[in-house]
């Protein structure tokens, strides 16, 4: 069982930056694969980035995402630049002990967040 806490959450005019981060606990973080989602209001969730094998990312926030992992401190990050307004919606971190999967859909994945709130002000 893996239980996943984001922070880093908030508000900040577009342009800006922020760094989201899920903490992890469990055994075998360094095992699993990681990615993160967002939903916005009135909106289906989506996939925003996932990091295994190698990296992965939605074309809408590739060169302006980064998502990473320490797994001494069992947690994984994503790092928001040059954000939008279009960014705005509540950022869910997930993990899967799967080898290989389809890391853009949230069907891969075996545990969730409870998810952070992310508004970006024009």
């Known amino acids: 069982q893996v239980q996943l806490v984001e922070s880093g959450g908030g508000l900040v005019q577009a342009g800006g930056s922020l760094r989201l981060s899920c903490a992890a606990s469990?055994?075998?973080?360094?095992?699993?694969?990681m990615g993160w989602f967002r939903q916005a209001p009135g909106r289906e969730s989506e996939f925003v980035a996932a990091l295994r094998w190698s990296t992965y990312y939605a074309d809408s926030v590739k060169g302006r995402f980064t998502i990473s992992r320490d797994n001494a401190k069992n947690t994984v990050y994503l790092q928001m630049n040059s954000l939008k307004s279009e960014d705005t919606a509540v950022y869910y971190c997930a993990a899967s002990p799967a080898y290989d999967s389809n890391w853009s859909s949230g069907y891969g994945y075996n545990y969730w967040g409870q998810g952070t709130q992310v508004t970006v002000s024009s």
């Open positions: 469990g055994r075998s973080f360094s095992s699993y694969a």
